[in-house]
Each structure stands twice: as C-alpha cells, then as structure tokens.
C-alpha cells in the first residue's frame, strides 16, 4: 500500500481514467473544430441563403409602406367626404381618386406581399435555428431520442446553396422511429456526405437520400452519381488527413471524424462505390443505444491490507 492509503492499481487505475478524460476532451475540441471548419466553408452560401430572403422582405416592406400610404390617403378622403355637407356629391371624385390610386391591384397584391415576406423571415429563423442546432457544443448533451430524417432536412438547409446549382436532389425517405443518438453530432455526419457527394459531381448530378429500418436498427443513405471513389482509396477512406480532393478542398479529417462519431453511436458506415458510377454512404445506427453502465468497466477491487 501507499502513504495515502491506495493502491498501485488504484492509482494506475486513476491515471487511466485522467488520461481517458483528456483523450475525450482532445477528441471533442477536434470534432468542434472540424464543425467550425465546415460552417466558416460555408459561411458564404449562408450568408446568400439569408441575404435572399432578407432582400425581398426589405423590398416588400417598401412596397407595403408605399401601399399603406396610398390607402392611408384614400381613408382619409373617405373621412372627409362622410362628413362633408353633401356625401353623395364626393362619390365621383372618390371613384376617380380609387383609379388613379389602382387601388384594386393593391388589394390584390397586399396578400402576396404578406405572405412572401412572412415566409421569407420563415426561412431566415429556420436557417439560423438549423445553425445553432447545428453548432452545439456536445460534452453536456446525453443521449436522447431524435428524429435523424428532421435533422437531415435542416442539415441539408444549410448546406444546400453548396448543391443547388449542380444538384438534383431526390428525396426516397421511409419513416424512422426516433433514435437514440446526439443529434448534432449526427448532423455533422450528414453534413460532410452531403459536402462530399456534392463536390464527387463535377457540373450536373444527383444526390439521392434515402432511408429505412429495421427492428433494432435505422439506416440512411447519400447516394451520388458523380466521379466514384478509387478501389484501391476505399481502404483508406476513414483514415485520418487521407483525401482524394485537390489541396485545398479538403482536410482530410471530415470522413475519419464522421467514422469517429458513428461508432460511438455504436453503429457503422457502410460505403459502396465504383468510379465513373458514384458512390453509396450508408449510416446505419442503433434505434437504442446499449447500457453504458454495463459495458464500462469496473475499478479495480481495493488491494488487501
């Protein structure tokens, strides 16, 4: 025994664990970075994501106060016409003032304005929710029950200016029960197969998503028809700073944190591709994740005295 009383194992125990919490700590900041990493790429697409809706909102909003004035106007002559000494005799400079005013179009166009601004700032709470869902930092998060086709969708917000201008996008999604997972970690997988299906295809392509299930487990597939992936790259894919792109279009370390995240979910990632074909990422997860508490192992029992 030590002076304190414990153990060599004990204390070897402890380290262990010390040196554990700091690999956990390292992990998590490199998962962290690498999610910041992929926001700042894409922080252009979604600043014009915004910038568009916020746009024709601003320009609606001008129309709309030109149009309230017009009928502010109007409201105002009606006023004066129903308490003037002769109503009846306003009747035909009002009915010309309407015309001249197009009234009739305004209250036409009043609706549409309405709805295409609400919608509009719809999209920009959307994206910035999707943001800071996206952006959570994970050490305090547990585990919980969440819908992956939702967290999918408003991944695919994000990144989608990326994609929109080559990109066919398919959507073949059966409904999944909730599954257990962090979610924002997932998404950040989901963000990188997009990303990565999106620059396999050169100029015009398809991304095909799709999903199903079985008893105990869930699968969602990103599906391209671009470039392919090498035979003899395919080994290698998950390895981390391995990447076919070009320098400079990539760290090599999305897929190698994407696998990372995926087997602490207990689940796999499955890929099938074939060059000049494209590729099949498959993420398959448990619908339940198993009980922590039996598979981490026990302390050491205390040494004898």
Known sequence: MTRSGRSANQLQYEELQRAGQRLATAQEQLLQSEKM???????????????????????????????????LGLIEKYHEALFSDDPIAQRESLLRMRKQMDVEYIIGDLPNLLRESR?????????????????????EQKMQPADLLHGLDSTLNIVWNELKYKVRLEKH????????CLASEINQVFM????????????????????????????????????GIPA??????????????????????????????????????????????????????????????????????????
Do not use: M
Not at 173 to 180: G, S
Not at 279 to 291: D, E, G, K, M
């Open 37 to 71: 990493a992929s926001i700042g790429q894409l922080a252009a697409g979604v600043a014009h994501e915004i910038n568009n809706p916020i746009g024709y909102v601003g320009s609606n909003l001008g129309t709309l106060q030109d149009y309230g004035t017009v009928l």
């Open 232 to 305: 003899d790259a395919l080994p290698h894919l998950f390895d981390p700073f391995f990447t076919t792109k070009p320098i400079g279009r990539g760290t090599g370390l999305g897929l190698a944190i994407s696998h990372s995240i995926v087997n602490k979910h207990h689940g796999r990632i499955d890929v099938k591709s074939r060059v000049g074909q494209g590729s099949t990422f498959q993420v398959v997860l448990p619908i339940r994740q198993p009980n922590l508490e039996q598979a981490s192992p026990a302390a050491p029992p205390e040494a004898a005295s």
């Open 119 to 139: 919608e509009g700032i719809e999209r920009v709470v959307k994206i910035v929710q999707d943001l800071k869902d996206f952006s959570r930092v994970g050490r």
């Open 192 to 227: 990188n197969l997009l990303l990565n299906a999106g620059q396999a295809i050169e100029t015009h392509g398809t991304i095909e998503l799709s999903s199903g299930c079985s008893d105990s487990e869930v699968w969602v597939n990103v599906t391209d028809n671009g470039c």
């Open 173 to 180: 999604y059966n409904p999944l029960p909730q599954v257990e």
